[in-house]
């Protein structure tokens, strides 16, 4: 094989996005489905607004539900994404039983992981717009400067998800099934982090246990730079605290998950489910 | 050598040692649980060795598990294998990428091996295929990179008499263009038809190795001998 006929391994990762839009696109239904969801969780956010209009203690926020709800959906799709896209990767490889056949590949498996995050990733940037359109179109109102601020906060609160998300991806394909990261990443983020209420309506006991959450500083850098247009100096502080959480997760999770691949491939278990 | 382990430790393979020449077609024979799919995967570097080596065109699986990779083609005997939501072209396009070729090199490969092994049909997925075309496809896949080694784990077991016969003629092929090729199956006749050579693995132990028996031809003698041959050491 010439230098010119090898493909790189940035070939490679866009050859599993490739593979997984194809497989996408020939369930194109599902597609509908999900931005449709998107669109109807966007009402009904809408009308649980008009239900709590101006509650005090969003003062911060000025008592905008909607627009704080919204950026909690938003959150939160991202949190699921890169909670659980690494490990459904695998999950779904080893049930239609490719898994073998990439790791038969002179392909890294982190390639192939890498790759598998793309379509994931813009399938949750689609729902994401859809969020978005159906929340200005019912008169959610941000900060056009503040988005600027919050798509980095945004960018180290996926690089978290994700570092959790490869946690997960190692306990799958140890276990094959009953990961219980993404199961506690999911369910802090929604209840824990304040994604569709502020922790200042949980007892003085449990809001310290919010600030454990990632998706804690996630919001409120997000939410300060988009609802209250604050300035770098209050979403730095935000972004600080998810980039320790990213820079101490991230090496981690991947020690763990080569561990994970290596003892299932010794036992000769990588491939089952 | 080889630990598998299900839900406690097994001594799959054992003292196994043969090598398969350039140009050569080996069979390999033996029931069910033998250690033929088990043996492989060790080659074909997807199951470490607790103990031994396989080296594949000079490559030790055990120190360059990604360099043996890229030397070989590999078919398993689980049809699951493939993309069915993909057409066979876009499946070979993209396991011809990850085995290293650049996207032009693998579709122009993709197109060449569909048309050898009879698959042409651009716009079928792969669920629309029957187990014969999609035995023919893994086929296809393996030789993406037009190896040097071939590790083939019952490659024929879905195809019928007449699809099986024009791959095992293709192995033939395959085997006069100067390529190594291990061939696992449980169809005797086609064995017999298809190797210069056989080894036979029983309880992870090699039982034969030599020249095609003749195993799959009926007569008393050969019956008596291939159940010799096939049965555990305990009722020997």
């Known amino acids: ?49 008009r239900l709590v209009q101006r509650p005090a203690v969003l003062g911060p926020y000025q008592g905008r539900y909607f627009e704080f709800a919204l950026v909690g959906a938003i959150l939160v799709s991202f949190a699921t994404l890169g909670l659980g896209s690494f490990s459904q990767a695998i999950s779904e490889e080893q049930r239609v039983g490719t898994l073998e056949m990439l790791l038969g590949s002179p392909t890294r498996l982190a390639v192939v992981l890498a790759g598998a995050f793309v379509v994931p990733l813009a399938l949750t940037g689609l729902e994401v717009v859809a969020y978005g359109i159906a929340g200005v179109l019912l008169g959610a109102h941000f900060s056009l400067s503040g988005v600027l601020l919050a798509l980095p906060v945004l960018a180290l609160t996926i690089a978290t998800f994700c ?65 209250t247009g604050a300035g770098l100096r209050v979403v730095a502080g935000d972004a600080a605290v998810l980039a320790a959480f990213a820079v101490a997760l991230l090496p981690l999770s991947i020690a763990f998950f080569a561990w994970c691949v290596r003892v299932s491939r010794n036992a000769g278990t990588l491939g089952t489910y | 050598m080889v630990r598998v382990a299900a839900r406690e430790s097994v001594e799959a393979l054992r003292s196994v040692s043969f090598h398969v020449a350039p140009g050569e077609l080996v069979a390999l024979a033996g029931p069910n649980g033998a250690g033929k799919t088990t043996l ?124 099986a016969a024009q791959v095992v003629r293709l192995l033939g092929d395959l085997a006069a263009e100067g390529r190594a090729i291990l061939l696992s199956s449980h169809r005797l006749d086609e064995l017999d038809a298809a190797c210069q050579r056989m080894v036979v693995l029983v309880e992870g132990t090699v039982r034969y190795t030599g020249p095609p028996l003749g195993l799959g031809e009926s007569s008393p003698t050969r019956a008596a001998m291939l159940e010799a041959l096939m049965q555990p050491a305990a009722d020997r």
């Open chain 1, 1 to 49: 094989m010439s230098a010119s006929e090898q493909s790189s391994s940035a070939a490679r990762m866009f050859a599993v996005a490739r593979r997984d839009a194809a497989v996408l696109l020939s369930y194109q239904f599902a597609l509908l489905v999900r931005v449709l969801q998107a669109v109807v969780f966007v009402v009904t956010l809408y009308f649980i607004s």
């Open chain 1, 163 to 227: 570092a959790m998300g490869i946690l997960s991806a190692g306990f799958i394909v140890l276990t094959k099934r009953g990961d219980p990261f993404a199961l506690i990443g999911t369910q802090a983020t929604t209840l824990l982090a304040g994604s569709l209420f502020p922790v200042a309506v949980f007892p003085g006991w449990l809001q310290p246990l919010s600030k454990a959450v990632p998706a804690y500083y996630g919001l409120h850098g997000i939410r300060a730079a988009l609802l």
């Open chain 2, 40 to 163: 492989m995967k060790v080659a074909g570097a997807l199951l470490p060795p607790t103990g031994g080596r396989a080296v594949v065109d000079g490559i030790d699986v055990t120190t360059d598990p990604r360099g043996a990779r890229a030397r070989l083609g590999l078919v398993l005997p689980d049809e699951r294998g493939l993309y069915w939501r993909l057409t066979g072209r876009q499946n070979l396009e993209f396991f011809g990428v990850l085995a290293g070729l650049s996207r032009p090199a693998a579709r122009r490969r993709a197109g060449a091996l569909l048309e050898r092994v009879g698959l042409d049909d651009d716009r079928k997925l792969v669920f629309g295929y029957s187990s014969g075309q999609r035995g023919r496809l893994s086929l296809a896949r393996a030789l993406l990179t037009d190896p040097k080694v071939l590790l083939l784990d019952e490659p024929t077991r879905s195809l019928d008499p007449v699809s």
